[in-house]
């Protein structure tokens, strides 16, 4: 099965890319730090573990990579960025049987050419 | 079965406790997950897929008791990432036995030796090192991405059992796997003198790299008839005979997400161990705010059709064991006369 496209790099817009909403569930299904941009201007970093909608204040909650906390409301958001690296991308179960295959013609070949 | 009858009254009086209660939700074992960190990459595993600041990252000890009283269960689960990773891994078995309550330390046991010579942890009815094994030497490795971690485990299990320490082995089973070895398996683990072994189909994690690997139900009861039907005696499992017919199609049962709840780095995880749609900052909240109507094959999700893990089914089993006239007698005449 091939992998699904990673959202890595992605810069999307609010409304032309999709809602609020929406960008921020593609952040908590990513698997690498993403970078929000408040409507203060200003700017955090960091793995987005939770998100909650159905309360009054809906509000994310992200670590930051020194392992603190920080709960914001999507009302502050202004947008998100996946700037890390997306860490479930490219491991894929084919590619370490790829790998193994690899290894057994490899050690074949290093078999067959050694002198008897 | 192979649950010692301390565990089994331990389970037995807290189940009883909660019905007499009218508790309609209540959970029975907790999963806490200190860390995330592994030193395997299994292809059918979700878990360890996250920025290298995450899995640096670990609970506290106190975190982690904080949750274990919390929720109240009898019996604590430790898996991860790789429990043995965890520093204070020793400290934290300690304390959950002193709290009499039964510890499954869930181990791909490459470190086991290791830490058994440190002398971390001491031999105890209260705790078992359950051993990820899935299959014989060729399949584990297979399943785990490297050679060699089946012999190391064997090793460990050999170690452990040496020096008094109740063993365990859980094996996640996946789309292809072969019945008769799955029975040889069973074989050479009891040859090996394991106390008893735990098997569950494997759940689709949605960011686990292997996907096309996973079992869906009807597939799923053919390889456990195939595995189970005419089982030897000398064969133990480690859970509830009720959970092992369920797999083999002889039970029918809806999950219960909330019997086996998860706590780690993000807090407790909705609305179960394998799917992970937010967290909740306390038990209470897990409990009081999930909406639960949405999860298990009658609500229609998706994501629950296929669903057969023990984590979702073997609580509903333990349940209806101590729940019906009909469950007891069921899950007497399979415990005493082998036969599932």
């Known amino acids: 099965m091939p992998e699904a496209a990673s959202l890595e790099g992605w810069a999307p817009a609010v409304g032309r890319d999709g809602s609020l909403e929406e960008i921020i569930e593609h952040a908590f299904d990513y698997r690498g730090d993403v970078t929000v941009e408040r409507r203060d201007g200003s700017r955090l970093t960091g793995y987005l573990y939770n998100r909650d909608r159905r309360v009054p204040e809906p509000f994310i909650q992200m670590f930051d990579p020194t392992g603190a906390s920080h709960t914001i409301r999507y009302a502050d958001i202004a947008a998100i960025a996946f700037t890390g690296k997306d860490t479930a991308a490219g491991k894929s179960y084919e590619a370490w049987k790829e790998r193994r295959a690899a290894q057994a013609r490899s050690e074949a070949g290093a078999e067959s050419s050694s002198p008897r | ?340």
């Not at chain 2, 909740?280 to 094959?297: D, K, V």
């Not at chain 2, 059709?305 to 064991?321: I, P, S």
């Open chain 2, 1 to 340: 079965m192979s649950v010692p009858l301390s565990q089994m009254w331990a389970v037995a009086s807290y189940v009883i406790g909660q019905k007499l209660r009218g508790r309609k939700r209540y959970p029975l074992v907790l999963m806490l997950e200190p860390l995330f960190r592994c030193n395997l990459a299994c292809a059918g595993c979700g878990k360890i897929q996250y920025p290298a600041h995450v899995l640096k990252r670990h609970l506290t000890v106190e975190q982690c008791l904080a949750a274990v009283e919390e929720c109240g269960v009898p019996m604590v689960s430790i898996p991860g990432g790789e429990p043995l990773m965890y520093p204070e891994i020793g400290r934290l078995v300690r304390e959950l036995v002193a709290r009499k309550k039964y510890v499954y330390l869930c181990t791909n046991a490459i470190l086991l030796k290791q830490k058994l010579e440190e002398g971390l942890f001491q031999p105890s009815r209260y705790l078992s090192f359950s051993v990820h094994m899935d299959g014989l030497r060729e399949e584990h490795d297979e399943a785990v991405c490297r050679e060699g971690v089946y012999d190391d485990a064997v090793e460990a299990i050999r170690e452990a059992l040496r020096r008094g320490f109740r063993v365990t082995t859980n094996s996640t089973l996946f789309d292809g796997t072969d019945p008769h070895r799955m029975r040889k398996f069973f074989d050479t683990m009891m040859d090996l003198g394991v106390e008893g072994m735990m098997i569950s189909p494997g759940y689709s994690y949605a960011k686990a790299p292997d996907q096309e690997h996973f079992l869906r139900r009807r597939r799923a009861h053919e390889l456990f008839q195939a595995m189970l039907g005419n089982a030897k005696r000398r064969w133990k499992f480690n859970q509830s005979p009720l959970f092992l017919q369920f797999l083999m199609g002889k039970q029918d049962f809806e999950c219960t997400p909330w019997g086996m709840p998860a706590y780690n780095l993000f807090g407790w995880q909705r609305p179960c161990y394998l799917l992970q749609e937010g967290y909740a900052s306390s038990f209470r909240e897990l409990m009081e705010t999930t909406p639960w109507e949405e999860y298990g094959r009658k609500s229609g999700n998706p994501k629950c059709q296929d669903c057969m893990v023990h984590c979702g089914y073997e609580a509903t089993a333990v349940d209806h064991t101590f729940g019906s006239l009909r469950g007891l007698r069921d899950a007497a005449v399979a415990t005493l006369t082998g036969r599932l």
